[in-house]
């Protein structure tokens, strides 16, 4: 289901700083990534941070920060390598989500 994000300032400024297009230089290193590539990659890595699926982002109508997206589910907090409290089986007081 999807829920609103209001993402920051900076984060705003990163998106569109990646949405620029990059002059295509004729060196050895290859071809430079594409505006969309590195707007899809602002996108993964914004989506890390705020806990969404960054393919899932849609405008939400309410600025340019706003936007809705499919949260990625809490898994609560880790209480030892790789496991988890089990945010499904907090009563509203998850450390993490505070659902």
Known sequence: MKKDFEMTAEDLQTLLEAMKPVPMIALQCGRPTSAQESANAA???????????????????????FFSANAVPCKGFEIEDNVFSGCDQSSGDCPVCGE
């Open 43 to 65: 996108w993964a890595r914004l989506g890390e941070k705020m806990g969404f699926y960054p393919m899932t982002v849609a405008p939400n109508g309410k600025g340019n920060r």
